[in-house]
């Protein structure tokens, strides 16, 4: 068993599309239009292509338990998931240059280096870096 793909609520495809491309600097991978306006959309790690997929799944828009969870966690402050980075500090630097806005700074939490950012399409994201 592996792990294929992995889905992230988001309230605007598009939007989500530019930001994780464009300014996180992944890639798409799949594309296709399956109904409604709505697209099977994933993106991969450059440094990984063929490896796990990112959903940017647009369930917010649809179904409305995925809508009040997608909100629980922002209003809590709690990311809908991890990026794994090699240097937080440059990312943070890269990324607030870029206009990406931050709830948390660079902050030491025990074995690692964290950082929270806040995606456009309604979720906070953490980056981490392993010392």
């Known amino acids: 068993m592996k792990i294929k793909v992995v889905s992230v609520p988001v309230l605007d495809q598009q939007k989500a599309l530019d930001f994780y491309t464009d300014l996180l600097g992944f890639e798409k991978k799949v594309d296709i239009p399956v109904g409604g306006g709505n697209r099977w959309l994933t993106v991969v790690s450059k440094k990984d292509p063929n490896g796990p ?76 870096e392993e010392k």
């Open 53 to 128: 997929e990112l959903l940017l799944e647009p369930a917010p828009n649809h179904f409305e338990p995925s809508k009040v969870y997608q909100e629980a966690l922002m209003e809590a402050g709690i990311p809908c998931m991890q990026l794994y980075v090699d240097d937080i500090q440059a990312e943070y630097d890269r990324l607030s240059s870029s206009g990406v806005e931050f709830s948390v700074k660079p902050s030491e939490m025990g074995p690692v280096m964290v950082a929270i950012f806040h995606d456009t399409c309604g979720n906070l994201i953490q980056l981490i």
